[in-house]
């Protein structure tokens, strides 16, 4: 296992190139499997969980070539409807294969994905949906068995006690484009991610109306033909840079994004009193101008505050002078960076949903352990900012999520390399 060693203190400048989108493209994978004809995904990220499903799809029987940046899947024949608890358990977002599974095949058999750091996670909506959509659900060793001869389009209200559900939408949109008539989803996830999945759906030969908006109309159609589609760019890798930037107190221009889904962020940042300029329509600047000053924040699903940029603030907010209180109201437990960040001199308190954090005019580097993909990086952002040497283990989380970002850091300015543990 590696670690990430970090000499703080160094000052971020230059230019940064945004991978694709991480969420948008699992969903996407996963859309594959509704379809014998050959899909060609552009701007694939490559990180530990595009791997991880690449797997997931050859395990299913389809061959996957991956070229650069440029995944082709194509048909070997039989497609197998069992996905495997060994790669399920590993990355939750391949639970998004049972829609297009049952759809395809009349049957899937996928393994229940489990909780995780982050907290419990249920899947009670996508199970809701695919069985209003008519699917015979049952739950025998682990694994979520669906049946269903025909799936029949219905009116489903998909919201939960946390709002929409990303994953949930992929998984019963997917499900709908194949069903027998028309599927409403009311209060749909409206994430770019989404909309992007529905517009992969569409070049397929899906009917999909309302993709972004909470309600979302598919009429079902006989069979979808493959497409190629060029995915999104990842904007939480670019607020993670925007962040990168200001805590350094750098200036960085960031290419390759698309500015219009990170409203919230932008808006939080000018609040604080960062210097964000639009460049154009996919690169934006973010400078660190004066004192920054401490901002509230709140998680909401999109387009309010996204919960993955959440620990990312905190370590902004940990080294801005004055006191912040960031809310989590999507994952009311995701907190587990705040304990590592107080290690290197933050003083953040956790009240239930609420983080207090009072910030300090300086960090400084100690060993700190990553729990899950967003927590590496704002303990990352941390030790570029503290005094010292910060050593951040079990950096496979950040493969996760981040391409290259240690190489991307490095051309920044960054004083950063991986060690052994
Ligand atoms: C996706 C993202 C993840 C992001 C999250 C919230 C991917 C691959 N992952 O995860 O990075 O943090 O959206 O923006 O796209 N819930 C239920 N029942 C369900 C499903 C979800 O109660 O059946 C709850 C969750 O526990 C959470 C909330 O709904 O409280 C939102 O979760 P959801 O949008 O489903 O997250 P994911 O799609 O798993």
Not at 263 to 288: N, T, W
Request: proline content about 4%; overall charge positive.
């Amino acid at each position: 296992m590696d670690k990430l060693v970090i000499e703080g203190g160094t000052i971020l400048k230059g230019e940064v190139t945004i991978s694709g989108a991480k969420n948008a493209v699992l969903p996407i994978f996963a859309a594959t499997l509704l379809t014998d004809d050959a899909c060609i995904i552009k701007n694939v990220p490559n990180l530990r969980d595009t791997q991880t499903m690449i797997k997931i799809l050859r395990s299913l029987g389809k061959e996957v070539i991956l070229e650069k940046n440029t995944v082709t899947v194509t048909s070997t024949g039989k497609i197998n409807f069992v996905a495997d608890y060994k790669l399920v358990s590993t990355m939750r977002a391949s639970f998004c294969v049972l829609g297009p599974l049952l759809a395809k095949l009349k049957r899937a058999k996928v393994s229940l994905p489990g909780g995780c750091v982050i907290g419990i996670r249920p899947v009670d909506l996508h199970l809701k949906g695919l069985k209003a959509l008519n699917a015979d659900i049952s739950i025998e060793s682990g694994y979520v068995v669906a049946k269903a001869n025909r799936l029949k389009g219905r009116h489903i209200y998909l919201g939960g006690v946390f709002g929409s559900s990303v994953l949930a939408t992929a998984n019963v949109m997917m499900a709908a484009t194949l069903a027998e008539g028309r599927t409403i989803i009311e209060s749909a996830a409206c994430e770019p991610e989404v909309i992007d999945l529905g517009e992969f759906l569409i070049k397929m030969g899906a009917k999909i109306k309302g993709v972004g908006t909470p309600l979302i109309e598919i009429e079902g159609v006989k069979h979808l033909h493959g497409a190629s589609h060029q995915v999104i760019p990842d904007r939480i890798e670019a607020g993670t840079f925007m962040i990168a930037a200001l805590i350094t107190k750098g200036d960085i221009l960031i290419k390759n994004l698309c500015y219009q889904h990170l409203g919230a962020l932008i808006d939080k940042l000018l609040e604080a009193g960062a210097q964000i300029s639009i460049v154009d329509h996919c690169s934006l600047r973010a400078r660190f101008k004066r004192r920054l000053k401490p901002v509230n924040v709140t998680t909401l699903p999109y387009p309010g505050f996204p919960t993955d940029m959440q620990a990312q603030i905190m370590s902004l907010m940990a080294v801005t002078p004055g006191i912040s209180v960031i809310t989590e109201k999507i994952y009311p437990d995701r907190f587990m960076h705040v304990a590592e960040l107080n290690r290197m001199g933050a003083y953040i308190q956790r009240e239930g949903p609420h983080a207090i954090v009072e910030g300090v005019r300086l960090l400084s580097g100690a060993p700190v352990m990553a729990s899950d993909l967003r927590a590496s990086a704002s303990l990352v952002l941390a030790g570029l900012v503290a005094k010292g040497i910060t050593t951040v283990s079990r950096i496979y989380h950040l493969e996760r999520g981040y391409e290259n970002f240690e190489i991307k850091l490095q051309n920044l300015g960054a004083k950063l390399w991986r060690e052994k543990e």
